[in-house]
C-alpha cells in the first residue's frame, strides 16, 4: 500500500492523461483537480482493488466510522417526478430511508439501479465518491461522519482512495448536511 500526502504547500505532478487543454477527463480526475486548485489537505492511498466499505476501510487502516459509505438513491416526489440523491454515511451504518423520504416528503424511496448510478456519479459501484458533479444528483451527508477530523473514500477508483480532512471536504463539497443513516444502535448486528 503506497500514499502519499498532497498538502496546500505541496501539489501533485501534472498528469499526462489530461488532454492538452488541462480539462478533466474522468471522475478520479475532476475530484483530484478540484482536491488540488482548492488546496486540500490529502493522501493518497493505492491498495487492491476494493469497493466494499468494511474491507477497503481495513486495507486503508482505519475505523470503519471513518469511511464515507456512498449510496445513490431514487427518490420518488410525485406519482409523476423523481429526483435523485447521494446519500454519504459513515461506514458503519445504513442509509435510513425513513429518514429521506422524511426529508424529501416523498412518496417512495429506493436504492436507484447500478446503471443509474454509476451514469449520475460518474464511477463504478464500489468506488462512488462522496461528491456531486452532476446537476441531477443532490449530495447529503449525515452529520456524525463529519465529527471526525478526517475521512477516507474510493477515488472514484477501486484500487485508488483518498484521505481527506473534514473542514477540506465540506468546504469543498458543500453538501447538504441532514441525519440519514441509521442510529448506530440500529446499525449493531
Given at each position: 500500500m503506497?500514499?502519499?500526502?498532497?498538502t496546500p504547500e505541496t501539489h501533485a505532478p501534472a498528469d499526462p492523461t489530461?488532454?492538452?487543454?488541462?480539462?478533466?477527463?474522468?471522475?478520479?480526475?475532476?475530484?483530484?483537480?478540484?482536491?488540488?486548485?482548492?488546496?486540500?489537505r490529502h493522501r493518497l492511498i493505492e491498495h487492491a482493488p476494493e469497493g466494499r466499505t468494511d474491507i477497503v476501510s481495513e486495507l486503508r487502516g482505519h475505523p470503519?466510522?471513518?469511511?464515507?459509505?456512498?449510496?445513490?438513491?431514487?427518490?420518488?416526489?410525485?406519482?409523476?417526478?423523481?429526483?435523485?440523491?447521494?446519500a454519504v454515511v459513515p461506514g458503519d451504518r445504513r442509509v435510513d430511508l425513513d429518514r429521506?423520504?422524511?426529508?424529501y416528503e416523498a412518496r417512495h424511496v429506493s436504492f436507484a439501479d447500478q446503471a443509474t448510478a454509476e451514469r449520475l456519479s460518474?464511477?463504478?459501484?464500489g468506488s462512488i465518491v462522496p461528491f456531486s458533479f452532476d446537476p441531477e444528483l443532490e449530495l447529503i451527508v449525515d452529520p456524525d461522519l463529519l465529527a471526525h477530523?478526517?475521512?477516507?473514500?474510493?477515488?472514484?477508483?477501486?484500487?485508488?482512495?483518498?484521505a481527506l480532512d473534514t473542514e477540506d471536504y465540506r468546504r469543498l463539497a458543500r453538501p447538504r448536511v441532514a441525519p440519514v443513516a441509521e442510529s448506530a444502535a440500529e446499525a449493531a448486528p
Open positions: 503506497a500514499t502519499d500526502t498532497i489530461l488532454p492538452a487543454d488541462g480539462t478533466p477527463v474522468t471522475t478520479s480526475d475532476r475530484l483530484l483537480t478540484l482536491l488540488q486548485d482548492g488546496g486540500a470503519l466510522d471513518q469511511a464515507a459509505k456512498c449510496i445513490v438513491m431514487r427518490v420518488k416526489v410525485t406519482k409523476k417526478s423523481s429526483r435523485f440523491a447521494l429521506i423520504k422524511e426529508l460518474g464511477c463504478v459501484s477530523r478526517e475521512i477516507f473514500f474510493n477515488a472514484a477508483e477501486l484500487h485508488l482512495s483518498l
